[in-house]
């Protein structure tokens, strides 16, 4: 069965490092997004994308975040300078247009 | 904007038991609504969904969640609880048009009494 995948799966960086999550999603879906769960708390949408734009970003993706499609297959998340309060697991979802959305297993970013 | 709210961040059943896990809703326009089950360190998995068809929905695992829309619920349950149950369960609800993000509930952790 076809799944979303994202690498790495754990990162370690410095504050004020640029990291970037690499996922690539289910490859006849045409839709995709970044969530976030930071430690103890709920999943938080970050950005979707569609048709090599961005269709809706919550506060949260603020100048320092960024995304891209650089090919046919790779969906990244570009942090530009890491804080602390960076610190989350960052999910890839991907979906073809019924609403539903699939995930992937996350990227543990830990900020130092 | 849509919102959900589960009750009961912790839920503990004996093996066996009935699994009931509560989700409420708010949301301005039709609903779609969706549980996913977070295993420990791992990704969420769809369990089931809502779209607006039936409103008995019927999901993996034994899983089932029934919209009740004057109730603004989506409750999860199980007949019979198994060990391997165990994880943290995601409410989450979106707008049935366009591709709209997803918003989540705050989670439950669900824990299997041997």
């Known amino acids: 069965e076809p799944e979303v995948t994202q690498t790495p799966s754990h990162q370690v960086t410095q504050m004020g490092q640029e990291v970037i999550l690499r996922c690539v999603p289910i490859s006849n879906h045409l839709y995709f997004y970044w969530y976030r769960q930071i430690l103890g708390q709920k999943v938080e949408f970050l950005v979707s994308?569609?048709?090599?734009?961005?269709?809706?970003k919550s506060e949260i993706f603020d100048d320092q975040f960024s995304v891209e499609r650089p090919d046919g297959s790779n969906f990244t998340l570009k942090i530009r300078s890491t804080k602390l309060e960076d610190s989350a697991m960052y999910f890839c979802?991907?979906?073809?247009?019924?609403?539903?959305?699939?995930f992937g297993p996350g990227t543990r970013l830990l900020v130092l | 904007a849509q919102s959900v709210t589960q009750l009961g961040s912790h839920v503990s059943v004996s093996e066996g038991a009935l699994v009931l896990l509560r989700c409420n809703y708010s949301s301005s326009v039709p609903p779609y609504l969706f549980w996913y089950v977070q295993y420990p360190n791992q990704g969420l998995q769809l369990l089931l969904k809502?779209?607006?068809?039936?409103?008995l929905v019927k999901g993996i695992n034994g899983f089932e969640a029934e919209f009740k829309k004057s109730e603004t619920s989506f409750h999860l349950t199980k007949p019979s609880a198994h060990m391997s149950d165990a994880a943290e369960y995601f409410c989450?609800?979106?707008?049935?048009?366009?591709?709209?993000?997803?918003?989540f509930g705050t989670g439950t952790r669900l824990t299997i009494i041997p």
């Open positions: 989450a609800v979106s707008v049935n048009f366009g591709n709209e993000k997803l918003t």
């Open positions: 994308f569609y048709n090599n734009e961005i269709s809706e």
């Open positions: 809502y779209t607006s068809a039936a409103t």
């Open positions: 979802a991907s979906g073809q247009g019924d609403q539903t959305q699939y």
